[in-house]
């Protein structure tokens, strides 16, 4: 005797919608759960706010300390280069102390014009252009013409639910 397939049961236990009231009924409780959810990330990011702006003001002093320890630092060692003795970098107790070799480009805002004018066709060697398709203007395009540049244009029907929107929560705080 062949043995029998297993059932499979949903992964989803879908509820009873018989009718336009029942699904009303589901979309009143969608927009309750989305209320929730909506108030509980609100209160969250107001502690995450209150949290950060805390974490400032505790770290901020020792950053000021930090600045200070550095600046005289770089004081007392550019005023000892000599015992340097030719080298970049010395080694103490509790560290190291030296300079490092660092360069950079500062560009003005009219450097790109310049570039493109002084280098014509090389400017793109010297530029970062990102080229992306531009879906809009695709989008007035026939589908034929779409066709020509291997684009297509993808037609679906895709379900939604949309709640009507809640009034602002006053959660009774005049902040």
Known sequence: MPKQPKRVKSKVELLPCA???DADVLIDKLRRHQTHIATATAAAQEDIAEKQQALADLCQPHHDDIKRIVKSIEAFCTHSRDDFEGKKS????????GWRYSESISVSDETVDLIRAVYKKKAADYLHVKESPNKEALDALTDADLAAVKARRNCKDTFFVEPTAVEAIDTGDPA
């Open 90 to 97: 010395r080694q103490v107790n509790h560290g190291v102390v």
């Open 19 to 21: 009718g336009w009231q």
